[in-house]
């Protein structure tokens, strides 16, 4: 193996480290993504990512990312609102179980729905300590008023991660809840995107000192 190649894996290790249980800043966000927060530090978003697109004409896709990886089973709610509140909201319901749910809130109390019209294309996958909740959302049901909002009104997210307790989701601490600082309606990008991880900084470097690595004696 070359001097170069063995500098280069070493970094790309330190790289990967540093990089495990940190959520990257999405380039796609302010171009072909909206997304909350709208940008993120140059180390990785806090906590939490929210973006979403447009798929076809008839659904939006969302992605939740969260810094929680527990060691039981657990979920991540995305709520959808009209007045920033939780009363009388849209939920999606993703469990490590690899159930999803589609119910709304009565007051403060989450209501399982009876099924998942206008919800597909569903995943929850946990990867590099980062819990990620993905699915179609219908922008104007036909049915289930309940349950979903239409997305062609202004709705607040709503987001919100938890334990999961002899199969009920455990009410979020404060921490692990919170609402999006605007109201949205179909996507429009933001004129500011995210600061993208140095990656491209990292290889330099890697070759940078690679270089100079294979000139010493």
């Known amino acids: 193996m ?8 070493l970094i790309a290790g330190v790289y990967t480290k540093l990089t495990d249980g940190v959520i990257p800043p999405d380039p796609g966000c302010g171009s072909t993504k909206v997304c909350w927060p709208t940008e ?6 806090v906590e939490f990512l929210v973006s979403w697109w447009n798929t076809d004409l008839d659904y939006l896709r969302f992605e939740v990312k ?21 009363a009388d909201s849209s939920i999606v319901m993703c469990r490590s179980d690899a159930n999803v749910q589609l119910g709304y809130t009565s007051g403060r109390t989450y209501v399982p729905g009876t099924d998942l019209y206008g919800i597909q294309n569903t995943s929850f996958v946990i990867e590099n300590n980062i819990t990620t909740c993905s699915f179609d959302r219908i922008k104007n049901p036909e049915r289930n008023a309940a349950q979903l909002k239409s997305l062609s009104n202004p709705f607040f997210l709503l ?24 109201s949205y309606s179909y996507p429009t990008p933001m004129s500011t995107g995210h600061t993208v991880l140095p990656l491209t900084a990292s290889l330099g470097a890697c070759l940078m000192v690679a270089r100079l690595f294979y000139m010493l004696p």
């Open 2 to 9: 070359s001097r170069i190649k063995l500098v280069c894996i």
């Open 159 to 182: 987001r919100a991660w938890g334990l999961v307790t002899n199969g009920v989701p455990v009410y979020h601490t404060d921490t692990r809840r919170g609402v999006s600082p605007n």
């Open 66 to 86: 969260v810094e929680f990886v527990p060691q039981g089973e657990h979920y991540i709610a995305l709520g959808f609102s009209g007045d920033n509140l939780m």
């Open 40 to 45: 993120c530090p140059v180390g990785g978003c």
